[in-house]
């Protein structure tokens, strides 16, 4: 079945560092979103993309939707210890019903 | 409360046995979702509706899985003869509007965490 990759796997970061992970997939997705999932708790939205090509930012975070639309990535700028978590890319391929997360990038941010 | 619950929070049972996992959406949102989300692992996504309607199946693990939703509100997701391996945390999502737009934001419940001894 479908699998999103995500890369890398975890992160140790200083705090104020920037970080960049990313997010491929088999398919063509048309929407890519990224949530992020703090312990214990279900995932929270950040940032959505629309269409290939398209950079969004929200704050320090901004995503991009590759032109093939087949990946994504995901920048954080100047780490905050807030920023620990989970991060998942996700989204619907072009076809079928259902909806898919990536593997996830886990974000560890050292004061 | 405005958020989507679930319950039970924790559920702890013998292999073999029946469970029903309660979800109840914010109101007014046409699309739940249920998800899997084995420990460590992403969430994987096993059923959505749009409406009462579940328009694809396929991502049930097996026929002992089953959901349904009333009223376009609340949804039991139950899974029949328990097995170890569907030991996880089972997250309820819920949007306005679903397949139509699957931009829309999915507001998840805090999840079930099941157990199976």
Same mark, same amino acid.
């Given at each position: 079945?479908?699998?999103? !990759?995500?890369?890398?796997?975890?992160? @140790?970061?200083?705090?104020?560092? &920037?970080?960049?992970? %990313?997010?491929?997939? +088999?398919?063509?997705?048309?929407?890519?979103?990224?949530?992020?999932?703090?312990?214990?708790?279900?995932?929270?939205?950040?940032?959505?993309?629309?269409?290939?090509?398209?950079?969004?930012? !929200?704050?320090?975070?901004?995503?991009? @939707?590759?032109?093939?639309?087949? &990946?994504?990535?995901? %920048?954080?700028?100047? +780490?905050?210890?807030?920023?620990?978590?989970?991060?998942?890319?996700?989204?619907?391929?072009?076809?079928?019903?259902?909806?898919?997360?990536?593997?996830?990038?886990?974000?560890?941010?050292?004061? | 409360?405005?958020?989507?619950?679930?319950?039970?929070?924790?559920?702890?049972?013998?292999?073999?046995?029946?469970?029903?996992?309660?979800?109840?959406?914010?109101?007014?949102?046409?699309?739940?979702?249920?998800?899997?989300?084995?420990?460590?692992?992403?969430?994987?996504?096993?059923?959505?509706?749009?409406?009462?309607?579940?328009?694809?199946?396929?991502?049930?693990?097996?026929?002992?899985?089953?959901?349904?939703?009333?009223?376009?509100?609340?949804?039991?997701?139950?899974?029949?003869?328990?097995?170890?391996?569907?030991?996880?945390?089972?997250?309820?999502?819920?949007?306005?509007?679903?397949?139509?737009?699957?931009?829309?934001?999915?507001?998840?419940?805090?999840?079930?965490?099941?157990?199976?001894?």
């Amino acid at each position: 079945g479908q699998q999103l !990759n995500q890369s890398p796997q975890s992160m @140790f970061i200083q705090e104020g560092e &920037d970080v960049s992970m %990313n997010c491929t997939s +088999s398919s063509i997705f048309n929407t890519w979103l990224w949530y992020k999932q703090d312990p214990g708790e279900g995932p929270v939205l950040l940032i959505a993309l629309y269409k290939a090509g398209e950079l969004t930012s !929200n704050g320090r975070l901004t995503a991009q @939707f590759g032109i093939t639309r087949k &990946d994504s990535f995901l %920048n954080i700028s100047a +780490s905050i210890p807030s920023d620990v978590g989970i991060y998942f890319c996700a989204g619907p391929p072009n076809t079928g019903n259902q909806f898919y997360f990536g593997t996830g990038t886990s974000l560890t941010v050292i004061p | 409360g405005a958020g989507v619950s679930q319950s039970p929070s924790n559920k702890v049972t013998e292999k073999g046995k029946d469970v029903e996992l309660r979800c109840d959406p914010i109101s007014g949102h046409t699309a739940l979702y249920w998800y899997r989300q084995r420990l460590g692992q992403g969430l994987e996504f096993l059923i959505y509706f749009q409406g009462n309607s579940a328009p694809d199946k396929s991502g049930l693990p097996s026929d002992r899985f089953s959901a349904e939703r009333t009223g376009e509100s609340v949804s039991t997701l139950t899974i029949q003869r328990t097995q170890q391996e569907d030991s996880a945390v089972y997250l309820c999502a819920s949007s306005p509007r679903g397949r139509g737009s699957w931009s829309d934001t999915q507001y998840f419940g805090p999840g079930t965490r099941l157990t199976v001894l």
